[in-house]
């Protein structure tokens, strides 16, 4: 059973450029989460989906973020100008319904020069 | 809000002994979840095991178990028996119930040592 599947794995781009993430979820899981790690805030959370509804975008750091969540089985996260502080790594995660656990996707790296 | 803490920040363990991660949490809510995850150097993120805060027995999980002291607020994670495979970074993290999402402390990196 394929875990939850995120692209790029890895992007390098310019500041100023859009930077596009995406992840598919596991299949039935109902809930899907974007996370950010850094070294200097850690992991922390951006954005949540329930059912394909946004319910908690309070961690999204500025209008230049946002995403989108247009069917069950994929969501993708833009930046748009990116900036160098966005580099970090970006963690999708599903959970399915009525269970406590999250399962995260490999995430992707993104190198913002 | 929610605030997780983790004060070891490495550790080093021998190979076959135990050893023991600290997490400690702060919250007014009465109903909430207790996770870790492991993240090796590859980065992926993976689900170790799962405490709730009514639960009466301590949770384990094959070599993983967690220590539920909900007076002193703290989940600590026991690893038995180290594998040089355990070599990784572990977080400890929290949700509220009627809020899914999760938060995490800034980890502990524990190095076996063969």
Not at chain 1, 26 to 41: A, C, V
Not at chain 2, 59 to 80: C, D, H, M, P, W
Request: hydrophobic share 35%; proline share 5%.
């Amino acid at each position: 059973d394929a875990g939850v599947i995120q692209s790029p794995r890895h992007e390098v781009t310019e500041m100023g450029q859009e930077v596009t993430l995406r992840c598919k979820p596991i299949s039935g899981h109902d809930y899907l989460f974007w996370y950010r790690q850094t070294m200097m805030r850690g992991l922390e959370l951006l954005i949540y989906f329930n059912n394909n509804v946004p319910i908690d975008d309070s961690g999204m750091p500025e209008d230049r973020f946002s995403a989108k969540m247009p069917n069950a089985s994929f969501s993708t996260l833009k930046i748009q100008p990116s900036e160098p502080r966005d580099s970090a790594v970006y963690f999708c995660a599903s959970r399915p319904p009525g269970e406590e656990t999250q399962y995260f996707g490999p995430g992707t790296r993104l190198l913002v020069l | 809000a929610q605030k997780i803490t983790q004060t070891q920040p490495g550790m080093f363990v021998q190979e076959k002994e135990a050893v023991t991660l600290d997490c400690t949490y702060d919250t007014s809510d009465q109903s909430y979840g207790l996770f870790w995850y492991k993240q090796p150097s590859s980065g992926e993120m993976i689900f170790l095991i799962y405490q709730g805060s009514y639960d009466e027995q301590n949770a384990t999980e094959g070599r993983y178990s967690l220590n539920f002291q909900k007076a002193r607020k703290s989940a600590n994670l026991v690893i038995s028996a180290s594998q040089l495979g355990d070599s990784a970074m572990y977080f400890c993290a929290m949700r509220v119930i009627n809020d899914y999402k999760l938060s995490f402390g800034a980890g502990t990196t524990v190095t076996v040592r063969a």
